[in-house]
């Protein structure tokens, strides 16, 4: 007889035949209809309500409902044309690894500022805090220069479009 608190479970063998959890969404090409379809559901079933307290209409009188139903046919199909199912799931490590490799980021040409930021003594006299504020105000404004030079200079704004682009392409990439 074997012991009740023994369980027979082989936790890597579990492992091994584990998969990644996918999902499935629905994705409007068109998302307008589906704003249109949620406006005449809306509007279908205030109608339902009306004519179920009303009840009564003349003979000549038109069935709001029936026109209702015409329009969301219309809408339904519509609808169902611009729809997609796409399945969404988590990339392995070994997938991100290599969509990074497959679009590898260019080269940063931005140059960092580098000169160091005035130091105030320990104990300063009125003198010394004085000179550090003056001199901090010409560091601060010497490494905004820097910065807006270096933001504005077209090896930068060929990096940022470049780096742009990779990111779209590794996103894309995940997407299958």
Not at 110 to 119: A, H, N, S
Not at 134 to 154: C, F, G, V
């Amino acid at each position: 007889m074997s012991d009740p608190l023994t369980l027979d479970f082989d936790f890597d063998a579990f492992i091994d035949g584990a998969s990644v959890t996918e999902e499935s969404v629905e994705i409007f090409q068109n998302g307008e209809v589906l704003g249109k379809y949620e406006d005449w559901r809306r509007r279908y079933e205030r109608a339902a309500q009306l004519e179920k307290a009303d009840g009564e209409r003349s003979a000549n009188e038109e069935d709001p409902l029936a026109v209702l139903i015409e329009e969301g046919a219309v809408l339904l199909t519509e609808l169902e044309e611009s729809r997609t199912v796409w399945f969404v799931r988590a990339l392995e490590p070994d997938a991100e690894i290599a969509i990074e490799a497959a679009h590898p980021a260019p080269e940063n040409p931005f140059q960092p500022f580098t000169d160091p930021q005035p130091q105030l003594p320990s104990h300063p006299t009125e003198k010394q805090a004085t000179a550090y504020v003056i001199a901090m105000e010409a560091w601060t404004e010497k490494q905004t220069a820097h910065l807006t030079e270096q933001y504005r200079a077209e090896p930068y704004k060929a990096y940022s479009k470049a780096a742009r682009q990779i990111v779209a392409d590794r996103e894309a990439e995940k997407v299958h």
